[in-house]
C-alpha cells in the first residue's frame, strides 16, 4: 500500500476560500514533500518540510508535519481557479526513492 | 534551472508494437532517473530506476523484459515498451533529482509525462 495516504481524495472550494489536504503515513521519514500535477502533467515540487520542522511557509502554501501522529496537512489559503489540480504528498525515508500517497483532487470553482 | 523534457508527450500505438519514450535532463547531468506509471485517478507507481552506465533496478512486480530502460549517458534515459498490450495504455513519467544522485529524499523534477495508447 502507499506509505502516504491523503484526505480528501476530492475537494471542491469557491474561490478565496481556503483549501486544507491531509497526508497520513506509517514509517519514519527524513523529510515529507509536497507536489501539484495538472491534469495530464508531470508533478512540480511545492514545499519540502523535514522531520525536525513542524511548520513552513512559502507564499500561499502552509505545511505542518506532526511525526507523533505521523501526519502532514497543506493549506492553500485565498485559493484562486488556477490551482485547480491534484496534490500529492511524498514521503522520503532512507535512501533515495520517495513515495507517494493517493492525491487529492483539488476544485476551485470561479 | 532543472529542467525535464520528455518525449513524446502521447503516442498511439497498435497491440504488439513496441514504443520508446525518452527522458532528458536539459540544464542538468542525471546520473539516476527515475521512471514512473500512473492510471487515471491514481497515484504514481515506482516502475524502476534508471542508472546511467549500468543496469536499470526494477521494482517488484516490473516486467524487465517488457519495460526496457537505457541510461546511456548523463541526460538521456530512455523507456521502450516492447510488445505493448492495450492494458500497457497508461500516463509514464520520468523524473530526477538536482543533482544527480542527490541527498536521499531530494526533491524531483518531473517530465510531462507521456500518455501512451495501445489499440
Known amino acids: 500500500s502507499q506509505q502516504g495516504e491523503e484526505d480528501p481524495q476530492a475537494l471542491s472550494i469557491q474561490e478565496g476560500e481556503n483549501a486544507t489536504m491531509n497526508c497520513s503515513y506509517k514509517?519514519?521519514?527524513?523529510?515529507l514533500q509536497w507536489y501539484r500535477q495538472n491534469s495530464g502533467r508531470g508533478l512540480v515540487h511545492l514545499i519540502l518540510?523535514?522531520?525536525?520542522?513542524r511548520e513552513k511557509h512559502s507564499g500561499r502554501l502552509r505545511v505542518t508535519l506532526d511525526t507523533s501522529k505521523k501526519s502532514s496537512s497543506l493549506l492553500i489559503t485565498a485559493s484562486r481557479a488556477a490551482d485547480t489540480a491534484s496534490y500529492f504528498c511524498a514521503t522520503a525515508s532512507s535512501g533515495s526513492r520517495l513515495t507517494f500517497g493517493e492525491g487529492t483532487q483539488l476544485t476551485v470553482n470561479p | 534551472g532543472a529542467v525535464v523534457s520528455q518525449h513524446p508527450s502521447w503516442v498511439i500505438c497498435k497491440s504488439g508494437t513496441s514504443v520508446k519514450i525518452e527522458c532528458r535532463s536539459l540544464d542538468f547531468q542525471a546520473t539516476t532517473m527515475f521512471w514512473y506509471r500512473q492510471f487515471p485517478k491514481q497515484s504514481l507507481m515506482l516502475m524502476a530506476t534508471s542508472n546511467e552506465g549500468s543496469k536499470a533496478t526494477y521494482e517488484q512486480g516490473v516486467e524487465k523484459d517488457k519495460f526496457l530502460i537505457n541510461h546511456a549517458s548523463l541526460t538521456l534515459s530512455t523507456l521502450t515498451v516492447t510488445s505493448a498490450h492495450p492494458e500497457d495504455s497508461s500516463f509514464y513519467i520520468c523524473?530526477?533529482?538536482?543533482?544527480?544522485?542527490?541527498?536521499?529524499?531530494?526533491?524531483?523534477?518531473f517530465g510531462n509525462g507521456t500518455r501512451l495508447t495501445v489499440t
Open positions: 514509517t519514519s521519514i527524513n523529510n
Open positions: 518540510i523535514r522531520s525536525n520542522e
Open positions: 523524473s530526477a533529482s538536482n543533482p544527480s544522485p542527490g541527498p536521499p529524499g531530494r526533491p524531483l523534477h
